[in-house]
């Protein structure tokens, strides 16, 4: 019947962006502005982490920094403020978007 093909020893798994990103049945995935973020759920809250957070209705990201949440435009939230704010989970990766709708390549 033949014999198996050398080449099968050189041959990878097909790259996906599950297998590169690690998605596992926690991960949910959030559409932001530029892309998309990997969002796992959070055990422990480290130092510098990226969390997505739910305030006043609205899904923001912040950074952990001490004891306090640092968002994207440099504001700090710290104390009792933070009663109102709901942890969605730690952002794990961040993949951008590289197409533009409003200027397609030629």
């Not at 080449?7 to 559409?31: F, K, N, W």
């Not at 209705?57 to 640092?70: D, E, H, K, N, Y």
């Amino acid at each position: 019947m033949g014999f198996p093909s050398p080449a099968a020893d050189y041959t990878s798994q097909r790259m996906t962006p599950e297998l590169i990103c690690g998605v596992g049945i926690d991960t949910r995935i959030l559409e932001t502005s530029s892309g998309f973020a990997l969002i796992e759920p959070v055990t422990r809250l480290v130092q510098g982490q990226t969390l997505p957070i739910l305030i006043g209705g609205r899904t923001q990201f912040a950074r952990v920094m001490g004891r306090s949440l640092i968002f994207e435009d440099g504001e700090t939230m710290e104390g009792e403020a933070l009663d109102d704010v709901t942890v969605i989970g730690v952002v794990t990766w961040l993949v951008n978007r590289t197409r533009d709708d409003e200027a397609p390549v030629m």
